[in-house]
């Protein structure tokens, strides 16, 4: 297929993945839509516009429409995630009510704080006006102490946030999260193929469901929970392709809501935690190890699944609001703690930090 040239500046027009449909799709200015104020997508006509500046805003807000029609509805992919580098989807996977959207907004939140500058990692959305949405819609509304609604049934995968991430070596990649229901992974088949073409896994695991210690059975039973393994990983692991015996996704396993753990030993150690100086491979290594024994020990193996059958994997102490809501509201606020260590995490094993030496970010989660 003949391409029109990508707007200066950009990598040249190559084939990516479509990060919904898994289908190949090439940068193409013929094809491009825009959004008006009814949120409907009209044909965009860059042929009229000769200053470079105004061209390259155009192109932030504009969109391509996939091709592929086959079994998927209409889909559109911003532009700039087609005129970078190498895509990046990061998909956040458990069942409801384990916390993942809240952990995935905290984590975005974070990053636009500048929570990777310390890495050498600066960022810039992809899309100005869903950026816009996503923060007044979810970061705003959970900063403010409202809970966020359960991620609804889907049959079909689709961006939550993206973002442009550039590296120390000046690479910009664009980054794709992804919040998957894992009912919705257990009940359509589209769903798990799209799991076919993700980059990085974040495991969330909810000790209310996970976590056999007596405190927790009170607020189990009010919320009407039972503790057991979480369906969706296995699921999940099931339906990932196999590089000899291990899966070859990057993945971080995240024990979220840990403030209801806070008083347990090691996770009153790492909840402590400040953000480190400098990424270190050893200190990944060392929260995994504890981790890792603290769900062996309360959980059982079901829990550590991911870790025992994905070559890379790191495990997590994270709370995404710090305490727990009350029916749809956070009485005391929220507070954030080390929810951007699992994505540091994934995006040193996908090679966005770079690698630098034997414990930088080229040995995370070997």
């Given at each position: 297929?003949?391409?029109?040239?990508?707007?200066?500046?950009?990598?040249?027009?190559?084939?990516?993945?479509?990060?919904?449909?898994?289908?190949?799709?090439?940068?193409?200015?013929?094809?491009?839509?825009?959004?008006?104020?009814?949120?409907?997508?009209?044909?965009?006509?860059?042929?009229?516009?000769?200053?470079?500046?105004?061209?390259?805003?155009?192109?932030?807000?504009?969109?391509?429409?996939?091709?592929?029609?086959d079994g998927v509805p209409p889909h559109y992919?911003?532009?700039?995630?087609?005129?970078?580098?190498?895509?990046?989807?990061?998909?956040?996977?458990?069942?409801?009510?384990?916390?993942?959207?809240?952990?995935?907004?905290?984590?975005?939140?974070?990053?636009?704080?500048?929570?990777?500058?310390?890495?050498?990692?600066?960022?810039?959305?992809?899309?100005?006006?869903?950026?816009?949405?996503?923060?007044?819609?979810?970061?705003?509304?959970?900063?403010?102490?409202?809970?966020?609604?359960?991620?609804?049934?889907?049959?079909?995968?689709?961006?939550?946030?993206?973002?442009?991430?550039?590296?120390?070596?000046?690479?910009?990649?664009?980054?794709?999260?992804?919040?998957?229901?894992?009912?919705?992974?257990?009940?359509?088949?589209?769903?798990?193929?799209?799991?076919?073409?993700?980059?990085?896994?974040?495991?969330?695991?909810?000790?209310?469901?996970?976590?056999?210690?007596?405190?927790?059975?009170?607020?189990?039973?009010?919320?009407?929970?039972?503790?057991?393994?979480?369906?969706?990983?296995?699921?999940?692991?099931?339906?990932?392709?196999?590089?000899?015996?291990?899966?070859?996704?990057?993945?971080?396993?995240?024990?979220?809501?840990?403030?209801?753990?806070?008083?347990?030993?090691?996770?009153?150690?790492?909840?402590?935690?400040?953000?480190?100086?400098?990424?270190?491979?050893?200190?990944?290594?060392?929260?995994?190890?504890?981790?890792?024994?603290?769900?062996?020990?309360?959980?059982g193996a079901a829990w550590v699944q991911p870790?025992?059958?994905?070559?890379?994997?790191?495990?997590?102490?994270?709370?995404?609001?710090?305490?727990?809501?009350?029916?749809?509201?956070?009485?005391?606020?929220?507070?954030?703690?080390?929810?951007?260590?699992?994505?540091?995490?994934?995006?040193?094993?996908?090679?966005?930090?770079?690698?630098?030496?034997?414990?930088?970010?080229?040995?995370?989660?070997?």
């Amino acid at each position: 297929m003949t391409t029109s040239a990508p707007p200066p500046g950009h990598a040249p027009a190559r084939e990516t993945l479509c990060p919904y449909c898994l289908e190949p799709i090439v940068f193409d200015e013929r094809h491009l839509s825009v959004r008006n104020d009814r949120e409907q997508y009209e044909p965009l006509d860059l042929s009229t516009q000769t200053s470079p500046l105004r061209r390259a805003d155009t192109l932030r807000s504009a969109y391509q429409r996939c091709r592929n029609t086959d079994g998927v509805p209409p889909h559109y992919i911003p532009a700039p995630y087609l005129t970078h580098g190498d895509p990046l989807t990061v998909a956040m996977v458990g069942d409801s009510a384990t916390g993942k959207t809240h952990l995935l907004t905290q984590m975005i939140a974070e990053i636009t704080d500048g929570g990777l500058e310390r890495y050498g990692i600066t960022w810039q959305s992809v899309n100005p006006q869903d950026h816009r949405f996503f923060i007044e819609e979810h970061v705003s509304r959970l900063r403010s102490g409202r809970m966020l609604e359960h991620t609804p049934p889907e049959s079909f995968a689709s961006f939550v946030a993206a973002l442009l991430l550039s590296g120390p070596d000046g690479n910009t990649r664009p980054v794709a999260f992804f919040d998957l229901s894992g009912e919705d992974l257990r009940r359509t088949d589209a769903m798990l193929r799209f799991m076919l073409g993700v980059d990085a896994l974040i495991f969330v695991v909810d000790p209310l469901r996970a976590v056999a210690l007596p405190h927790l059975d009170p607020l189990r039973g009010e919320l009407g929970l039972t503790s057991g393994g979480d369906p969706a990983f296995q699921t999940v692991l099931d339906r990932l392709p196999r590089s000899g015996p291990y899966h070859g996704v990057a993945a971080a396993v995240v024990i979220n809501k840990s403030d209801l753990l806070r008083f347990e030993p090691p996770v009153d150690r790492w909840l402590a935690e400040p953000p480190p100086a400098r990424l270190s491979a050893g200190r990944f290594r060392a929260e995994s190890r504890d981790a890792y024994a603290f769900l062996r020990h309360h959980c059982g193996a079901a829990w550590v699944q991911p870790f025992d059958g994905v070559l890379r994997c790191t495990l997590h102490f994270a709370s995404a609001t710090g305490s727990h809501g009350h029916k749809d509201s956070f009485p005391h606020g929220t507070r954030a703690r080390r929810v951007l260590e699992p994505l540091v995490s994934v995006l040193s094993m996908c090679g966005v930090l770079g690698d630098a030496g034997g414990d930088g970010p080229g040995a995370v989660g070997m």
